[in-house]
């Protein structure tokens, strides 16, 4: 529907519909650890889907498409020839490598703070930290990427610092101040990666519902990722603990693992800057 709506300032809008997730992500940190704390694991879960339905379910019938059935429907064909472009499994490559190493920070913060000697509510509010530039950062890349500069060169460059600060801020990181740093710049640079997806499917594709096909593709990457992420993480993880010692001993192949992960990623869109691509005009 985004895309029946938004066409010249598309990467925008996506960039303000992901960014609103972010902003959301302000309160919830504190929400859910004020429930974890008073109600354990269980019961918050199941609050969590609880207000989701109840706060998403009556606004689906409000949402309409621009275009009528019938059109919708024409436009739907898909030109499946996008396979055999090189830019595209080039594309698929990164977002499955960013995907891995992408939520770990924001899953392992909390607990990271909590080895630094931080409070609950101090790693809630990391979070809520890196929520608040996520969204500065997904605006800000998802304007920029309607052709006021090279796709390639944006996704590049949110990858290279998202691998810096994991590797630098991160994995040294010994004090509420470096941690606070961290979150901000990795929040607003890895985060702008999503909202440059849409265009990565224009960038490949001659028609919309070619785009959209893509679209979907790189999700379901993600969506792999991201899976496999959990299981992977939690192997790196080492009962040790050392101060001294870089991500504490028991984060460091965490952290390296995702500074490898978001390097990956970059080394896959470098790659995709040889490939030709053609933009969707329509």
Known sequence: MVNEWWVARRGLAWGILLGSSGASGVAYPFINEALLHKYGYKTTLRAMAVASIIMTGPLLPS????????????LARTDWSFLKKPIFWLYILSTMSQSLGFYLPSLYLPSYAATVGLSSRMGATLIALMNVSSVLGQFTY??????????????????????????????????LAALVVFAIIYGFFAYAYLAMRVRMGTAVATEQSDSMTMFCLFSFAQG???????????ALLISDTNNHDY?????????????????????????????PSKRNTR
């Not at 944006?154 to 998202?162: A, D, F």
């Not at 990623?265 to 995709?272: N, P, Q, R, T």
């Open 224 to 234: 792999i990722g991201n899976v496999l992420a959990g299981p992977i993480s939690s």
């Open 63 to 74: 949402m309409k498409r621009r275009l009528p059935a019938s059109h919708t429907n024409a």
């Open 142 to 175: 998802g304007y920029l990427s309607d052709g006021r500069f090279p796709l390639n060169a944006l996704l590049l460059s949110t990858m290279l610092v998202s691998t810096i600060v994991a590797l630098t801020l991160w994995g040294l990181a010994k004090s």
């Open 247 to 275: 991500g504490y001993t028991r984060y460091k192949a965490l952290v390296i693992f995702t500074g490898a992960a978001m390097s990956a990623s970059a080394v896959f869109i470098a790659l995709s800057c040889l490939a």
